[in-house]
């Protein structure tokens, strides 16, 4: 197997990317590898070798032509980030210069397109626990915004090469994550920026309470379905704090370079949010199974960018019925039942969208992109939990329609089952070769 790390000198220089200051540092499977360097978790690893960002090079270089400022999805894009993440101390990197690799070309700094995100280093290394979450979070959503390179903690994610590698530069960027936009995502003509030109509206960040029960059942089980959620695991939520458990959470620990003691503290608590676990018992916004605000979470789930809502039924595409996916969600966020389709086996009518089912859309978006296509309505079996407002079918992950070959749809299906899904079907059961469908008990 090639090393992900390995590059030839011929394929870097038949790049379009050869004018791009950071990208010519490569390192080849000679090299030691830190022990201290971003650790890229599996389902960001797998989202970031699928999407392709193109690449736009700068200009030829120019001083005359330096932008006075960061382009207008930059200077979004910079203030989402520091409204959303904790930790960050400042966000620059607007410099007058030309490409250190190739100095017939502007630098995508001179042009305002690249973004520092300083983060104060820990103890004298980079403080994972802060820049891993934004890291991951951004090459979640490269394709959805436009960003087409990355670099933070002597890794960097290519774009148009759909790839990670270890980054050889001089600056080992332990205390900023440097990111690009292309042309597109600074222009805000990616699916990200609504219209074109006005940005998804940035949701307030809830601070982490001082004071929580954290040796009660409840909150021991959502550090389980946390972890299982970030880590992949399997491990049974239980609510009790067993061998297994710790030991998860020290691996979690040493992940994100906190102190390995498998105690669950307000620091590991914090990294586990940042990570995409939801708010824990005892927050403000915490959503126990089953109840909790559907309107708040509708409304979530329409922000995002990478969950996609088919507009018509999925199995009669000439219906209007208002029972479609996009319009269950609507009705949900404004307060209202979802409808059922009333052809086939639907039973026509309305039901109140779960929490449960409506928490887990949620937790799904934190590692995957993904398109559903139907929740409420549609023609399923009679005694279908679609009907109860408990089910969700999707027919696209990551890029890529649901099928017996789409590399993601079996981790897809166990994080559904990792976040208390008890009917998850995919392709293999009958009737299910083309999508997803994930359900949860009945209440």
């Not at 820990?122 to 979640?140: F, R, T």
């Not at 087409?148 to 994550?177: A, C, E, M």
């Amino acid at each position: 197997m090639r090393n992900p790390f390995t590059f030839e000198v011929e394929e870097l220089a038949s790049q379009d990317e050869i004018g791009l200051e950071e990208e010519v540092h490569w390192e080849d499977e000679s090299s030691t590898s830190p022990t201290d360097e971003w650790v890229i978790p599996d389902n960001v690893r797998r989202v970031g070798e699928s999407q392709f960002v193109s690449y736009d090079d700068g200009p030829l270089w120019d001083s005359s032509k330096c932008a006075g400022s960061f382009t207008a999805g930059g200077k979004v894009l910079r203030e989402y980030l520091k409204a959303n993440f904790k930790g960050i101390s400042s966000i620059g990197g607007l410099s007058c210069r030309s490409n250190s690799a190739n100095t017939s070309k502007m630098s995508i700094h001179g042009i305002g397109r690249a973004l520092d995100i300083m983060i104060p280093k820990n103890n004298g290394k980079a403080n994972s626990a802060v820049g891993d979450p934004i890291a991951n979070w951004l090459v979640l959503n490269a394709a959805a915004i436009g960003i087409q390179y990355l670099i933070w903690n002597r890794v960097r994610w290519s774009g148009s090469r759909k790839s990670f590698g270890r980054y050889g530069g001089p600056n080992p960027h332990t205390d900023h994550i440097h990111v690009e936009l292309n042309e597109d995502g600074a222009n805000r003509r990616t699916p990200w920026f609504s219209g074109g030109g006005t940005p998804i509206d940035v949701p307030t960040p809830i601070p982490i309470p001082a004071s929580i029960s954290r040796s009660s059942k409840e909150y021991i089980r959502w550090v389980q379905q946390s972890l299982n959620q970030i880590l992949g695991l399997r491990l049974v939520v239980d609510g009790i704090s067993g061998t297994q458990t710790r030991s998860a959470i020290r691996s979690f620990q040493q992940r994100q370079g906190l102190v390995v003691d498998g105690i669950v503290g307000p620091q590991t608590e914090g990294a586990l949010i940042a990570a995409g676990a939801g708010q824990p018992p005892g927050s403000p916004s915490y959503q126990p199974p089953g109840g909790g605000s559907r309107i708040q979470l509708a409304t979530q789930i329409l922000m995002l960018p990478n969950v996609g809502l088919l507009q018509n039924s999925p199995t009669n595409s000439s219906s209007t019925d208002g029972a479609d996916a996009s319009s269950n969600i609507h009705d949900t966020a404004a307060g209202n039942p979802a409808k059922r389709s009333a052809y086939g086996n639907a039973p026509g009518g309305s039901v109140y969208l779960d929490s449960r089912l409506l928490s887990g859309i949620l937790s799904l978006a934190n590692s995957y992109s993904f398109k559903i296509s139907s929740i409420a309505g549609g023609s399923h079996s009679s005694n279908s939990r679609h009907y109860a407002g408990i089910a969700c079918d999707v027919y696209e992950i990551n890029g890529n329609h649901v099928s017996k070959t789409n590399p993601f749809f079996r981790a897809f299906m166990q994080t559904c089952k990792n976040l208390g899904a008890t009917e998850v079907l995919g392709p293999g059961s009958e009737g299910h070769d083309t999508h997803v469908h994930f359900a949860w008990p009945r209440p």
